[in-house]
């Protein structure tokens, strides 16, 4: 996100200093807003995993 905000080729936004925002910009930020959301997601279900795991092997812990 910090480098397409800082997009000095021109591609991000026209008119130079954040004009209008291009097709570029809001495909761009569409793919950064997904690509969060579905790390941030992918990262839940791994620790959810995870201390699943390790739940299962500690005796006397209720499941």
């Given at each position: 996100?910090?480098n397409?905000?800082?997009?000095?080729?021109?591609?991000?936004?026209?008119?130079?200093?954040?004009?209008?925002?291009?097709?570029?910009?809001?495909?761009?930020?569409a793919?950064a807003?997904?690509?969060?959301?579905?790390?941030?997601l992918?990262g839940l279900?791994?620790?959810?995993?995870?201390?699943?795991?390790?739940?299962?092997?500690?005796?006397?812990?209720?499941?």
């Amino acid at each position: 996100m910090k480098n397409l905000w800082k997009d000095s080729g021109g591609q991000a936004f026209t008119g130079g200093d954040h004009g209008q925002p291009t097709a570029f910009f809001w495909i761009h930020l569409a793919l950064a807003v997904t690509s969060f959301v579905l790390g941030t997601l992918v990262g839940l279900v791994g620790l959810r995993g995870l201390r699943g795991s390790r739940r299962q092997k500690l005796p006397g812990l209720p499941r």
